[in-house]
């Protein structure tokens, strides 16, 4: 299984540009980089998923170099409620169907007014 | 649509008895993932299953407890006899398992063993 590793915290401020780095070394040809969010008390929640180069949706934007050994997650213009635990994954929960998803420690984010 | 349902929301027990936690996967769905949340340890996935059936339970901490996937709808995690280390939050998820790494949590139980 591929291990992840992201920084335990980080500061912004409302407005600003957050970039979260997740460096995952060992991935392999068949996994997935997916990104969930946690709120307190409550369960995780998916943001963003891709394989290669960058995906966009509403929520945020999932960059990928091509070997893929990082992603990082961009969330623009953050507000108060983005404040959350941040988690990178990798893995292949469904194709290949032996594997499992394991979370890291996360990414505690903290958006200052 | 209904996401993943978890019963009980909270639950306070005293050491020694047993804690039944119930989950509702998402229709449709083929797997069914247990984590369980504390501080120390963070999110750590316990089991899951893949058309009911165990696929990986090396994450189970000990023969206290047991999770069953009697049909696609259903879902247990027993803790027999309970201990006060096993207070944490208990998250049950699924997956359609052809997304890739999409999960959907329910909103966990709150376990607490006095």
């Known amino acids: 299984l591929a291990k992840t590793t992201q920084p335990i915290s980080m500061d912004s401020y409302e407005g600003q540009e957050v970039n979260i780095t997740c460096s995952h070394n060992?991935?392999?040809?068949?996994?997935?980089i997916t990104w969930y969010q946690q709120f307190p008390s409550q369960g995780p929640r998916f943001i963003i998923q891709?394989?290669?180069t960058k995906v966009t949706n509403e929520v945020a934007s999932l960059f990928i170099p091509a070997d893929r050994k990082s992603s990082t997650l961009s969330l623009p213009r953050v507000s108060l409620s983005d404040t959350a635990v941040y988690y990178c994954?990798?893995?292949?929960?469904?194709?290949?169907?032996?594997?499992?998803?394991?979370f890291g420690q996360g990414t505690e984010l903290s958006v200052k007014p | 649509d209904a996401g993943v349902i978890q019963s009980p929301r909270h639950e306070v027990t005293e050491m020694g008895q047993e804690v039944t936690l119930r989950c509702k996967p998402i229709s449709g769905h083929d797997y069914l993932f247990w984590y369980r949340q504390t501080m120390m340890r963070g999110l750590e996935l316990l089991i899951y299953f893949n058309n009911n059936v165990p696929i990986d339970d090396s994450g189970m901490p000990e023969d206290r407890f047991s999770a069953k996937m009697p049909n696609a709808s259903f879902s247990t995690l027993k803790i027999q006899p309970s201990e006060p280390r096993d207070s944490a939050v208990y998250f049950c998820?699924?997956?359609?398992?052809?997304?890739?790494?999409?999960?959907?949590f329910g909103e966990g139980s709150w376990l607490t063993v006095v």
């Open positions: 891709g394989y290669k």
């Open positions: 998820a699924s997956s359609p398992g052809t997304d890739g790494n999409t999960i959907y």
């Open positions: 994954l990798v893995g292949d929960a469904g194709y290949n169907q032996g594997g499992k998803l394991i």
């Open positions: 060992n991935i392999a040809t068949n996994d997935y």
